[in-house]
């Protein structure tokens, strides 16, 4: 299974709305409705803010939302805030009853 | 509230076999949920390694499948992993997680995560 690909880094100004696309196949991404996404910051683990394409687990911000068109999925962060500052990964279930992560996304908040 | 504390060597030599436990609190894992283990090569991304069912049902990466093992043990409320045929390859900060269930893997509570050196 190959990974799914998302850009290496994205920035954005604070209040401004910054979107991280995410990219795989038929396989994975175009033909389930169960990405996820995590945001992970240094030397913590990974904490999911969205899962089955579009829904939030309680307490996540509602400026944090997801997408998905054809094999693309995507996330947007609106108002971006200082603290949104970290790394993004987003992950789909495969056909064969497994999962792949991108490489990760590194937001900058300016 | 649950929680997941990963626990192993740290150091493992190239070759032999990387053990590593997950152990569960605030959530018996005979209830359910497929439990998983999850890697970060330093400075890189995720790979995901595997999941168990509190039945023994197992799914591996493909890339891995023929080096892991997964198994869980309820009545400790753990499950570990098994890596066998190191590399350097395979240092890591190793992750244990649940998967939240519904459909598809997604992990919603996570362990702090384990760093496994291999060196000899």
């Known amino acids: 299974q190959s990974a799914l690909t998302q850009p290496a880094s994205v920035s954005g100004s604070p209040g401004q709305s910054i979107t991280i696309s995410c990219t795989g196949t038929r396989s994975d991404i175009g033909g389930f409705n169960y990405v996820s996404w995590y945001q992970q910051y240094p030397g913590k683990a990974p904490k999911l803010i969205i899962y089955d394409v579009t829904s939030r687990p309680l307490g996540v911000s509602n400026r944090f939302s997801g997408s998905k068109s054809g094999n693309t999925a995507s996330l947007t962060i609106s108002g971006l805030q200082a603290e949104d500052e970290a790394d993004y990964y987003c992950a789909s279930y495969t056909g064969s009853s497994t999962l792949v992560f991108a490489g990760g996304t590194k937001l900058t908040v300016l | 509230q649950v929680q997941l504390q990963e626990s192993g060597p740290g150091l493992v030599k190239p070759s032999e076999t990387l053990s590593l436990t997950c152990t569960v609190s605030?959530?018996?894992?005979?209830?359910?949920?497929?439990w998983g283990w999850i890697r970060q090569s330093p400075g890189k991304g995720l790979e995901w390694i595997g999941n168990i069912y509190n039945s023994g049902t197992t799914h591996y990466n493909p890339s891995l499948k023929s080096r892991v093992t997964i198994s869980v043990d309820t009545s400790k409320n753990q499950f570990s992993l098994k890596l066998s045929s190191v590399t350097a390859a395979d240092t890591a900060l190793y992750y244990c997680?649940?998967?939240?269930?519904?459909?598809?893997?997604?992990?919603?509570?996570w362990g702090q995560g384990t760093l496994v050196t291999v060196s000899s």
């Open positions: 605030g959530f018996s894992i005979s209830i359910g949920h497929y």
């Open positions: 997680a649940r998967d939240k269930g519904g459909g598809g893997w997604t992990f919603d509570y």
